[in-house]
């Protein structure tokens, strides 16, 4: 049997579908009986089970767990992340280089009496940024330098080009290329040359970012008896395209690193439907790993809880403390973990988690260099290790002065309990019926009494339904609350007897039921009238005896 999710009261409401369950599987023992008679305490013992919070809690929730610390006390957990996939976040910008070199009448006429030319040209390659980028480093993980040259000299033509800043392995970047004339024009050379590992300086020396020098080297050697006039020239086209880096650094603009959308379901309070209940500092605590070398601003909007009618209630979070900043490495390689946390202190998040919300809901936005400060350097890797992950944290500190829960389920076999009696007992309830006797000690600081009613399936005007045979008892049943101080520490456990009797067309009535609702209600232990605040410990449980007594005939088939 599954036990249903509710929030501290599951031990009583589990324990009353383990006594349904129970009223279930002796039903198939009563049987009509010859036998020999007895009348002790429990005639026939049915349950002896001792449940505790956490361990139901830990069996049974799907969206969260409980955390306990080294003096057993508990806090319900409920967590969700988040993290950047890998990404270029900067956008290199490709540079397209392009140059005419052509001879004008006085460099013809010393190439006519030399039989050769020779040219230098240095500049810069100017990398154009889009979101205000001041880059002045990287290491190019996936690129490439494309190099096309069409000539129309009917002469042999060697062109190199030298990118001091642009270095492998501690080499310069230099690239040769020649166009030999072999009777056909223009001669056309094309080449791409890798650029995976190089590393790149934009920063001219330092005093500079987005530019990059070069050294062109034109010679240019006679075939004898082939003509040259001032229309002949060289067309040279140069492109880095630059698809991702390793490691960039510099100043790298404003980047949306990432937005996030959580919908966080807190099932500690499903089920409810009434209550009165107060939780001393619930917190919604925000985690961070972060290796991006960026000042990181982070943004929360739109914290909302949500009621278990679907009602909207906003977290309204100090002005001044919805935005916050992230600490971020200083060197390639280090990760940073950082938190920021919601609680009573800067928001109203205590008094709308005191409501039962049935979710959290919240908008996460993270800006790099929101401020935009252009003379801040900063640094990204290619796989952008960041990761966000948020923590509902609910402690067990509570106060409670009414709590009721609704849950319907079916009846069928349930384990962990010690059932009785063994199948060497027959069971007969005799002329009168018989006692269903309770016997609870509980070391939990809340008090709870229940019914519950006892359905069977049923078509009603052509839908599956339920129609009710059984409410038992029929008047709730309490099981008594451990006593507590004004502090809330139980100083010594409570005891309850309770006794339900049952006829035989009551039983008759049970065998036939299928499903049940149960609704419990619950309080925290009170101390000489007031309701203190009260922790709830791992090692806190509930013990609870129940069987026949009475008009109960037992006899032995062995």
């Known amino acids: 049997m599954r036990v249903p999710k509710g929030l501290f009261f599951i031990v009583f409401l589990s324990l009353s579908l383990a006594l ?68 270029q976040l900067v956008k290199i910008p490709d540079v397209n280089l392009g140059y005419e070199l052509k001879m004008d009448a006085g460099m013809l006429a010393q190439f006519d009496a030399l039989g050769r030319f020779s040219s230098t040209f240095s500049s810069y390659a100017v990398f154009k940024t889009a979101n205000k980028e001041r880059l002045k480093s990287y290491r190019i993980r996936k690129g490439s330098f494309i190099v096309n040259i069409s000539s129309r000299f009917r002469h042999n033509t060697t062109l190199i080009t030298t990118y001091p ?5 501690g080499f310069p970047l230099i690239d040769t290329i020649r166009a030999i004339y072999n009777g056909q024009l223009p001669q056309v050379v094309n080449k791409t040359i890798v650029l995976d590992g190089y590393d790149v300086d934009l920063s001219d020396g330092g005093i500079s970012y987005n530019v990059v020098p070069y050294l062109l080297e034109l010679d240019i050697v006679k075939n004898q008896g082939q003509p040259v006039d001032v229309n002949d020239l060289i067309t040279v086209t140069e492109t880095f395209d630059i698809d991702e880096y390793s490691f960039i650094k510099g100043y790298l603009g404003k980047i949306n690193i990432i937005n996030t959308s959580e919908n966080t379901s807190l ?14 500092d619930p917190k919604l605590v925000f985690r961070l790993e972060n290796a991006i070398g960026m000042p990181l601003t982070c943004k929360i909007s739109n914290l909302v809880v949500t009621s278990a009618s679907g009602q909207d209630f906003p977290v309204t979070i100090d002005p001044l403390k919805d935005t916050f900043t992230l ?18 202190n800067n928001s109203n998040i205590d008094s709308l988690i005191s409501t039962a919300p049935q979710n959290i809901k919240y908008y996460l936005e993270f800006t ?19 990761k966000v992950s948020s923590e509902a944290r609910v402690p067990l500190d509570l106060k409670v002065l009414n709590y009721a829960i609704k849950s319907s389920g079916t009846l069928s076999p349930i384990t962990d309990v010690d059932l009785k009696p063994d199948p060497g007992i027959d069971l007969n309830l005799g002329q009168n019926g018989a006692t269903l006797s309770f016997i609870a000690e509980n070391y ?85 009238g007031s309701f203190p605040f009260v922790k709830v410990y791992s090692n806190q449980y509930l013990r609870l005896r129940a069987g026949f007594k009475g008009n109960v005939k037992v006899k032995s088939r062995i």
Not at 52 to 69: P, V, W
Not at 267 to 280: G, P, S, V
Request: charged share 25%.
């Open 20 to 87: 349904s369950s129970c009223f279930k599987d002796a039903l198939e023992e009563i049987e009509g009986i010859k036998s020999i008679e007895a009348s002790p305490e429990f005639a026939v013992p049915l349950v002896d089970a001792s449940l505790s919070i956490s361990r139901l809690y830990n069996e049974n929730s799907a969206a969260g767990f409980l955390e306990t610390d080294s003096n057993n006390f508990m806090t319900f957990l409920f967590a969700d992340s988040d993290s950047l996939s890998p990404r």
């Open 165 to 169: 800043t642009i270095t492998k392995n």
């Open 267 to 280: 099932d500690i309070f499903d089920k409810q439907i009434e209550h009165n209940l107060f939780l001393n």
């Open 327 to 344: 600490a971020y490495p200083l060197r390639i390689g280090d990760r940073i973990y950082s938190e920021y946390i919601i609680d009573k």
């Open 368 to 386: 790099a260099n929101y401020l935009e400060r252009s003379s801040e350097d900063n640094f990204l890797i290619w796989d952008n290790a960041f």
């Open 444 to 528: 939990l600081p809340f008090e709870a009494n229940f019914q519950i009613d006892f359905r069977k399936k049923a078509v009603i005007n052509g839908k599956d339904s339920s129609i009710s045979l059984l409410l038992l008892p029929s008047k709730p049943s309490k099981i008594i609350g451990s006593t507590v101080d004004a502090n809330g520490n139980i100083i010594r456990p409570g005891e309850s007897f309770n006794d339900l009797s049952l006829t035989k067309e009551q039983f008759d009535l049970l065998r036939q039921c299928d499903s049940y609702d149960l609704i419990t209600r619950a309080a925290t232990s009170n101390s000489n």
